[in-house]
T-cell receptor, first 116, second 114 residues
Framework: GAVVSQHPSRVICKSGTSVKIECRSL??????MFWYRQFPKQSLMLMAT?????????EQGVEKDKFLINHASLTLSTLTVTSAHPEDSSFYIC????????????FGDGTRLSIL | AQSVAQPEDQVNVAEGNPLTVKCTYS??????LFWYVQYPNRGLQFLLK??????LVKGSYGFEAEFNKSQTSFHLKKPSALVSDSALYFC????????????FGKGTMLLVSP
């Protein structure tokens, strides 16, 4: 089945550090990738949608300068949390979908980000 | 606008018994419906989907779901629960056409006791 690889799985760093999270689709071309944030015992909150070669579309309330998204190829999207602060600590999950609209989204294993 | 309701925060069932996790949806158009499962500190794993055709959809790990258009429901079921089925289950919906985004329910924790 389709696999989405997300790295790193866990990051612990100091406040003010920028953190990059990678999301790769391993066996299909992901024309669209999604970034979610999940708080403990809650559902996934969509942060942004990115299409290959174009700017990401951010959901209301998500700071685009804070959460930089790059979808440079059909198999790779990155999320950079710039100047991270403790309130950015969360579980971030990427997802990818291929060009056929009836296919399900496939999810990475998530990144646990802890800002000290 | 589209929305998903999972009315139960938690479902408890004994191993070997049938289980049902409820989901109702609201969407203006033909829905794509999905069930995902999440284990602790992991991403979501796809279980099954409904697009068109038979209302009873079979998926991974013995799970199935029944699409009921009149009740706008898509309940997840399994005839005999396993302890290893204990996890967080999410129902999701998106529009049939175009590149609409998935809308998730809040999730239902399934606890299967030995």
């Amino acid at each position: 089945g389709a696999v989405v690889s997300q790295h790193p799985s866990r990051v612990i760093c100091k406040s003010g550090t920028s953190v990059k999270i990678e999301c790769r689709s391993l066996d299909f071309q992901a024309t669209t990738m999604f970034w979610y944030r999940q708080f403990p015992k809650q559902s996934l909150m969509l942060m942004a949608t990115s299409n290959e070669g174009s700017k990401a579309t951010y959901e209301q309330g998500v700071e685009k300068d804070k959460f930089l998204i790059n979808h440079a190829s059909l198999t790779l999207s990155t999320l950079t949390v710039t100047s991270a602060h403790p309130e950015d600590s969360s579980f971030y999950i990427c997802s990818a979908r291929d060009s056929q609209s009836n296919q399900p989204q496939h999810f990475g294993d998530g990144t646990r980000l802890s800002i000290l | 606008a589209q929305s998903v309701a999972q009315p139960e925060d938690q479902v408890n069932v004994a191993e070997g018994n049938p289980l049902t996790v409820k989901c109702t949806y609201s969407v203006s158009g033909n829905p794509y419906l999905f069930w995902y499962v999440q284990y602790p500190n992991r991403g979501l794993q796809f279980l099954l989907k409904y697009i068109t055709g038979d209302n009873l959809v079979k998926g991974s790990y013995g799970f199935e779901a029944e699409f009921n258009k009149s009740q706008t429901s898509f309940h997840l079921k399994k005839p005999s629960a396993l302890v290893s089925d204990s996890a967080l289950y999410f129902c999701a919906v998106r529009l049939y056409s175009g590149y609409s985004t998935l809308t998730f329910g809040k999730g239902t924790m399934l606890l299967v006791s030995p």
